[in-house]
């Protein structure tokens, strides 16, 4: 399921500015932060502005944004220092989801 919006959030209330975040990137579409309980030394997020609630409520026509994100960890990774890290997709409870916003975890450093 994708919308606007959802009031009840955490992501979506840090896209709008309600709640804080150590942003890295910003664009019309994708804003990363720095995960607020990291797994490794650099760990932050790509999370698309649009509300979806993970991988598996995708349909074709988030394709671009897909790959958007995918497309950032790279660059957003070596702008951190990053010379390799590691990408995570957690999806659905049973998957290890605990926020249902979309986001693609980076982690290196370590
Ligand atoms: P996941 O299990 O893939 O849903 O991961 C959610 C991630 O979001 C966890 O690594 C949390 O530490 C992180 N997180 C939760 N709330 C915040 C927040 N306010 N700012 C930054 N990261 C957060
Ligand atoms: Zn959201």
């Known amino acids: 399921m994708s919308t606007q919006y959802n009031n009840e959030c955490i992501f979506c ?21 720095h995960d607020i309980n990291p797994s490794a030394k650099v760990h932050f997020l790509i999370v698309p502005k649009l509300h979806v609630e993970s991988l598996a409520s995708c349909e074709a026509e988030h394709q671009v944004l897909l790959g958007k994100l995918l497309l950032l960890a790279p660059k957003l990774a070596k702008e951190q220092g990053l010379a390799g890290f590691k990408t995570l997709i957690n999806t659905g409870r049973e998957g290890g989801q605990l926020v249902f916003h979309l986001h693609l975890h980076v982690l290196g450093g370590n």
């Not at 209330?13 to 932060?33: C, L, N, Q, T």
């Open 13 to 33: 209330k840090i896209v709008s500015g309600a709640i804080p975040s150590k942003k890295i990137y910003e664009d019309e579409d994708v804003i990363a932060f």
